[in-house]
């Protein structure tokens, strides 16, 4: 999970840096359209949570997620905020239905007094796989530049 949500994190800003040449500002505007809706969603993820079960609740958000990814399959140096809108919006639906159920699902049936430690072994491990994701994204990157320029 953290490989996937932290990879398609910082691939999009890298893309539009290099390719698209975009400033922060620029960057910004396209990633508040995965942001800001975020903000409005949360809230509504317990009261679905009472009503389906966990598990359906994260293959939507998983499903959600994939097909934005899938939107983003086919971008090109044309590619800018108009295309990547949309693909941001479904993230945005899909991310708080994978994110808030899956911390619920990972701590459920413990004790009290072992929550807190299970809910920070949790962050970390999603932190961890976040890390990784970056770094393979990062040596791939690298590597294909040294491949294009000649180099080793």
Known sequence: MGVGLYGSIYILPLYLVQ??????????????????????????????????????VIAVGISLFSISCFMN??????????????????????????????????TAGLARSQAGSASGLFNMMR??????????????KVKTEAGASGGH
Do not use: C, H
């Open 19 to 56: 390719i698209q040449k975009y400033n922060a500002l620029q960057i910004g505007e396209v990633l508040m359209w995965a942001g800001i809706p975020q903000l409005f969603l949360i809230p509504f993820v317990p009261k679905l949570l009472q009503r389906f079960d966990a598990r359906l």
């Open 73 to 106: 399959a086919d971008l090109t140096n044309l590619t800018g905020i108009d295309q990547l809108r949309w693909s941001q919006l479904v993230r945005a639906m899909g991310q708080p239905l994978i994110m808030v159920p899956l911390s619920g699902v990972a």
């Open 127 to 140: 932190n961890l796989g976040g890390s990784f994701g970056i770094a393979v994204l990062f040596f791939k």
